[in-house]
């Protein structure tokens, strides 16, 4: 018989993680820390975080950080529920410029998008460590390094949320005809305070960033696929083949054809 994995044996990788849904009678008191790192994500609700530099509230769309050794007392706020998923894991395998240099660390994803994404690997984490397959560490490592790569992508850019958003939908719409008008309506601004808001924060104009796309998708797939310019012209979403062309040189100072032969 196969002998079970003990999570307090394990010396790398998350070790224990869950989902709970907790109301105030929750607490938990650890006066000299833990050996492992806590990571959580709230979905909904309150809950806090107490350590020796004060309290602090965790709410929907906070990842938080313990470091281990750091004495603390966590539970649900008092009147309130607390949704959040959790996993103690070690940082053997983690580059150090990932992980918060502070005792207890609290960052909110106020993005929609960025929630998805973080709510998603923790799934994808606690199925794994569940489960506990063949490569379960290596898959629950790489859900925990997603989540840290996000939080340093979003410290690193620090940008409004709404323009998250637009980018991401502009991603998603690649290929679509996309109005300004009916994505800021989507976003919840005013096309005007959209377009100043996006270019402020970006460099660039709506327009620009989608074209930026499309080229770039264009680029890989004239140096990684046998189709056609032109057959890649309407495939990233353009509608006219010189519109494409002006746009590929204006990116990358070649036409199609000539990065296509000096790529491949």
Known sequence: ??????PSLLNTGISISGHYLMSDAYATH??????EWLITYTLRGKGYMDVPSGMQHCIKGDITFLRPGTPHRYGTVKGEEWDFYW???NDYLIEDNLLPSEPLFIHNFKANTAQRRINQAF???LFDSTERDEYWQELC?????EMLMLLAQEQKLQRDPRIVETIHYLSIHMR????IEELARTIGLSSSR???LFKEQTGLSIIDTLNQMRIRQAALLLTHTNRSASEICYEVGFHNYNHFINQFRKWYGLSPSSYKRKHT
Not at 30 to 35: F, I, N
Not at 176 to 179: K, R, T
């Open 194 to 196: 959209l377009s100043h």
């Open 123 to 125: 799934r994808r984490l």
């Open 30 to 35: 650890r006066p000299k820390g833990m050996t």
């Open 1 to 6: 018989m196969k002998p079970i994995n003990d």
């Open 141 to 145: 490592l790489n859900s925990l390094r």
């Open 176 to 179: 679509d005809s996309v109005q």
């Open 87 to 89: 996993a103690h894991f």
